[in-house]
């Protein structure tokens, strides 16, 4: 009986703690680089910047998140639970990408902005590089800070 009741309460914890992952909800947008279409989830509060992918075994092709920051201000970004390898751009507030940088997966390493910048996109690993998107170029559709 106690064994049920351990491997029950195990379950029930998990469970609650697969639930409050799930429930920070993020908005959506459609941005543009140069021809290439984005669908980005958007994180624009503390609670849903500090989740971003974490725990995200996949992401579709064409897919990203956009991190929009409430100041612009100099950003680093860190892989802590992420299962993803990503490249993170980070934008100034006109759109324009400032630099870019390559994360692997479950690291602490800091990667940051070369400049102050109001945003950063994450992708899956290299999809900037594939598309042959560079700093200086812009990023459309970026939503406004709050």
Not at 69 to 95: H, R
Not at 104 to 110: A, G, K
Not at 115 to 131: C, D, I, S
């Amino acid at each position: 009986m106690n064994k049920f009741l351990a491997t029950t309460s195990s379950a029930l914890l998990l469970l609650a703690a697969g639930s409050a992952m799930a429930q920070t909800a993020f908005g959506s947008a459609k941005l543009s680089a140069g021809m290439h279409m984005i669908k980005a989830e958007v994180a624009a509060n503390d609670p849903q910047r500090q989740q971003g992918l974490m725990f995200r075994e996949k992401m579709e092709p064409n897919h990203g998140m956009v991190f929009v920051f409430e100041g612009v201000n100099g950003q680093c970004m860190w892989m802590k639970n992420t299962l993803l390898p990503l490249s993170v751009a980070f934008i100034d507030e006109a759109g324009k990408i400032v630099n870019i940088e390559d994360m692997q997966p479950q690291t602490l390493d800091s990667h940051c902005s070369t400049k102050p910048v109001r945003y950063a996109l994450e992708m899956n690993l290299g999809w900037f590089k594939q598309k042959n998107i560079k700093p200086g170029m812009t990023i459309g559709g970026l939503p406004a800070a709050k």
